[in-house]
Each structure stands twice: as C-alpha cells, then as structure tokens.
C-alpha cells in the first residue's frame, strides 16, 4: 500500500515518526508525500498546549477528506493526543479507523493492514469535549523505546540527524502533562546510541542532534552517574561526525562532568539549550520547576567560566497562574543580566490533565500578550548588542543550501545556531553554486539582519 506521513510536535515526536516510515517500509509499504495518494494516512499528533492540540485536530480533519472523498481507505491517528484521548478519539471522530498512544509505535504495521474500526460519514469537531476535561490522571507505566537496530527512514536533510537518548520524563512540572503522555524516563543504553551515530555517521550525517525530555537526566534513571559525559567522549570518537549537540538540558541534572564533556569534546557544540521557564522564585515553586534564580545565575556563570564561548538558549512562560507585576520585572531583570543568545517565549495556557489546570488566578490574555511582547522586545535589543560585538570574528559554519528567501545568497548556521529554532547565517559575496549542504565553512562575521547573521566565507 502507499502511506502517507504527517508529523506534528517536536523533534522527539519526529523521531518516532522516522521510526513508523522505517517499520513501514520494511513490511513492504511504499511511502508518499501526497495525501491525496496514499492508501492509508497517518498523523503523528502533538498534545503538549492548546495551540498543538488544535494543529492536530485541525489536521485530523484535513486528512480525514481524503477518506470522505474516497481516495483514503484508512486513517490512523498515534502520537500525544492520540495517547490522552484513545477512547474519545474513536467516539468522537468516527473516520478515524487506528488510535495508537506513544507506546504503540511498534505496532504501526499492524494499524495499517488491519480492518477498519469504524465507518462515520462526518467528522465531528472534538475541541469542546478536550476542553471540559479536567481531571489529572497519573503517570502511565509506558515501555517503548526504539534501539540502534530499530528500522527508520531519515526525513531531515542527509546531514542532519535526530537521536533519541531516552524517553519519558520523571518530573512533576505544574504546566506539563508530557509524563502522563510517554510515562517515565528510560534511558537507552550507550551502546545502542554509538552504534546508531555510527551508522549515520556512515550515510553522511554532519550533525547529530542529542535528544529527549530531559537529556542531562541521561543514565540516572539506571543509577548510572556520568553516563552522559562518558557517552559525549564516546560520540565523538565517531569518525564522519562534525557536530554534537544537546538539546532539551535541565539546571539540576547539569553537572560539572557533562558541561566539562561540552567543553572538552572539539565535536560537541559549545550550545547549552536550558528551558527555565520563570526567574522569580515564587513562580518557579508554583510552577513545581527546581532551583532559584540565584542557583540559575551561578549556574550559568560556572558555564560561562568553563566554556567562554557558550551559546545560552532558553525558554520562558508569562502569564502563569498568580504571575504578578512584579514578578514579571524580575524576569525581565533577569535577562537583562544573564544576556542569553536565544530566548522562547510562551504564553501560558491551561492544559487538562495537568496540577495547573486547577488554579483560579489566571493572567488575562492581554496581560500574557503583553508581557511576552515586552520581553521578546527586551531579547531583541540583548541580542542586537551580542550581534555587533560579533562583527568581525571567525566563526565555522554549516551550510544547509540556498536560502528560500534569497536565492543568491546561502543559508547556514554556526554552532551557536540550532535547526528550526534559532535564526541563521547567510553568507555573502559568494557563489551559491559552490556550497552544497553539509558542507562546513570559515567564514568572517560582517553584520546581522534581524536575528540572522550576514557572514562572507573566507577562502
């Protein structure tokens, strides 16, 4: 049959996906990228805040024509709302034939050949049913997690590639419902995670993104301390590789050994992603999130110290439940003082099923707008700043192609520049015609446009 792929969500959640194309493709599936082609559809949803949830509602509906208009016989739905609304899902979305949660990845081949569950002629809209959902279920006993030899289909570009270190997550964050939706962490074990860099490596892969929930906690489910550090140095012993990076690092499980790794490693990139979410103390107890803004500042000092280079990226919510004038100063003051390269911004939602959902004290949602056009205003200024001390350095780039935007210059990213999430470079003065992606570059940073950098490769 030909199958056609959706994903939603994060890299994880693309991962799992990579993982389906794989597993589908060894039972003797053809996959396509035409919906309106494929035999069965599948969408991998997202179900992290409000605005995913709709995404994949909204694409369940999208994919779900194809079968009305008769040129889909299957549609199968997996993934995080998949995981949290199973049942709901069936009943209230009767074109939908296959519900698979996170756990069920392995078992896609048998949601494709199998005989449809239902027959409904329209779709009805599920919004209003998530929404009056409020009860707090506990963190479910999830097992899954794919290995080195676990058959998957790269869908990012040929140097680029995404590597799952461990799945699930152990904290109790007031905001998040992900344990609830992958259960709790497990880590996979060093050996399969070498052999698979390894094998990318061998297919041409630049850059290995390291990923998961929490990718510091790498090892301590296992008791295993240093298992993070130990796996950087073993990584980057793999000839073809370029680039290591980290994603998805978290402020307690950061030790001295892993940011020593970062350090030490020449491959792994001198990028620390630390999602902290808040800096005033009180909202950061409310929000169930560790440490303080002292423990942060010293924390990211010590970085800087060790790696004087150091890329900061972070992430931010306003607009939590309680979230005074005042503490939203103090969060404005705090990056003022920190200066980070990168910066998230989110606007608090409430989400079922999670410890915040029952607060009263909401933030108006022209507060929470507010006060994230403030700070993203504040971020702007930081980083016009950092960009103009940087005119004039040398820098390594990776090329990733000509630029969508302007064909006649090239698009790339220095270490400091993580795919999807961060600005890019261009590079100037050049022939696009002469830099095929994953290539690495020198080049001389000459200015800035917006978030982007302008560079000129050198010769």
Same mark, same amino acid.
């Given at each position: 049959?030909?199958?056609?792929?959706?994903?939603?969500?994060?890299?994880?959640?693309?991962?799992?996906?990579?993982?389906?194309?794989?597993?589908?493709?060894?039972?003797?599936?053809?996959?396509?990228?035409?919906?309106?082609?494929?035999?069965?559809?599948?969408?991998?949803?997202c179900a992290f805040i409000d605005k995913a949830k709709e995404e994949s509602i909204e694409t369940i509906l999208e994919m779900a024509r194809h079968k009305q208009n008769g040129t889909c016989r299957r549609l199968v739905v997996t993934g995080c709302l998949a995981e949290r609304y199973k049942a709901?899902?069936?009943?209230?979305?009767?074109?939908?034939?296959?519900?698979?949660?996170?756990?069920?990845?392995?078992?896609?081949?048998?949601?494709?050949?199998?005989?449809?569950?239902?027959?409904? =002629?329209?779709?009805? $809209?599920? &919004? +209003?049913?998530?929404? @009056?959902? /409020?009860?707090?279920?506990?963190?479910?006993?999830?097992?899954?997690?794919?290995?080195?030899?676990?058959?998957?289909?790269?869908?990012?570009?040929?140097?680029?590639?995404?590597?799952?270190?461990?799945?699930?997550?152990?904290?109790?964050?007031?905001?998040?419902?992900?344990?609830?939706?992958?259960?709790?962490?497990?880590?996979?074990?060093?050996?399969?995670?070498?052999?698979?860099?390894?094998?990318?490596?061998?297919?041409?892969?630049?850059?290995?993104?390291?990923?998961?929930?929490?990718? =510091?906690?790498?090892? $301590?489910? &296992? +008791?295993?301390?240093? @298992?993070? /550090?130990?796996?950087?140095?073993?990584?980057?012993?793999?000839?073809?590789?370029?680039?290591?990076?980290?994603?998805?690092?978290?402020?307690?499980?950061?030790?001295?050994?892993?940011?020593?790794?970062?350090?030490?490693?020449?491959k792994v990139c001198n990028y620390i992603d630390l999602p902290l979410q808040h800096a005033a103390d009180r909202l950061l107890k409310r929000m169930g999130r560790p440490g303080t803004r002292m423990s942060y500042e010293r924390l990211l000092e010590s970085i800087r110290h060790r790696i004087p280079?150091?890329?900061?990226?972070?992430?931010?919510?306003?607009?939590?439940?309680?979230?005074?004038?005042?503490?939203?100063?103090?969060?404005?003051?705090?990056?003022?003082?920190?200066?980070?390269?990168?910066?998230?911004?989110?606007?608090?939602?409430?989400?079922?099923?999670?410890?915040?959902?029952?607060?009263?004290?909401?933030?108006?949602?022209?507060?929470?707008?507010?006060?994230?056009?403030?700070?993203?205003?504040?971020?702007?200024?930081?980083?016009?700043?950092?960009?103009?001390?940087?005119?004039?350095?040398?820098?390594?780039?990776?090329?990733?192609?000509?630029?969508?935007?302007?064909?006649?210059?090239?698009?790339?990213?220095?270490?400091?520049?993580?795919?999807?999430?961060?600005?890019?470079?261009?590079?100037?003065?050049?022939?696009?015609?002469?830099?095929?992606?994953?290539?690495?570059?020198?080049?001389?940073?000459?200015?800035?446009?917006?978030?982007?950098?302008?560079?000129?490769?050198?010769?």
């Open positions: 049959m030909k199958i056609g792929f959706v994903s939603l969500g994060c890299p994880k959640n693309l991962v799992d996906t990579e993982v389906m194309l794989g597993l589908a493709e060894q039972a003797g599936h053809e996959v396509t990228n035409r919906a309106d082609g494929a035999d069965v559809i599948v969408v991998n949803t709901d899902l069936r009943q209230e979305m009767p074109e939908i034939d296959v519900v698979l949660g996170t756990d069920g990845v392995p078992d896609i081949v048998r949601a494709l050949n199998e005989q449809p569950q239902g027959s409904g =002629t329209q779709v009805q $809209l599920f &919004r +209003n049913h998530l929404e @009056a959902t /409020s009860s707090a279920p506990s963190v479910k006993q999830l097992k899954y997690l794919y290995d080195a030899d676990t058959p998957r289909r790269r869908t990012t570009a040929s140097h680029l590639a995404y590597v799952k270190v461990a799945e699930g997550c152990d904290y109790s964050c007031a905001f998040c419902i992900i344990p609830t939706l992958r259960g709790g962490y497990r880590s996979r074990s060093p050996d399969s995670i070498v052999n698979e860099a390894r094998t990318m490596a061998e297919r041409g892969v630049k850059e290995l993104i390291l990923i998961s929930q929490d990718t =510091t906690m790498y090892g $301590l489910d &296992r +008791n295993d301390r240093g @298992a993070l /550090s130990r796996l950087l140095h073993a990584l980057n012993d793999i000839d073809g590789l370029e680039w290591i990076r980290l994603l998805y690092l978290y402020p307690t499980t950061i030790g001295a050994d892993t940011i020593d790794a970062i350090a030490d490693c020449d280079e150091v890329a900061l990226r972070t992430t931010f919510i306003v607009g939590f439940p309680g979230e005074t004038d005042e503490d939203f100063r103090e969060l404005c003051d705090f990056i003022e003082d920190v200066r980070f390269d990168h910066i998230g911004v989110f606007t608090y939602s409430h989400e079922e099923g999670t410890r915040a959902f029952t607060l009263t004290d909401d933030v108006s949602s022209d507060t929470k707008a507010r006060r994230r056009q403030e700070l993203m205003l504040r971020q702007r200024k930081i980083v016009e700043r950092r960009q103009a001390e940087r005119v004039g350095q040398k820098i390594r780039v990776l090329v990733e192609g000509r630029s969508k935007e302007h064909p006649l210059v090239v698009q790339a990213r220095w270490a400091g520049q993580a795919p999807e999430i961060d600005p890019v470079t261009y590079l100037t003065e050049c022939d696009p015609s002469q830099f095929s992606p994953g290539r690495l570059v020198d080049a001389e940073i000459l200015g800035s446009h917006d978030y982007d950098l302008l560079a000129r490769p050198l010769p």
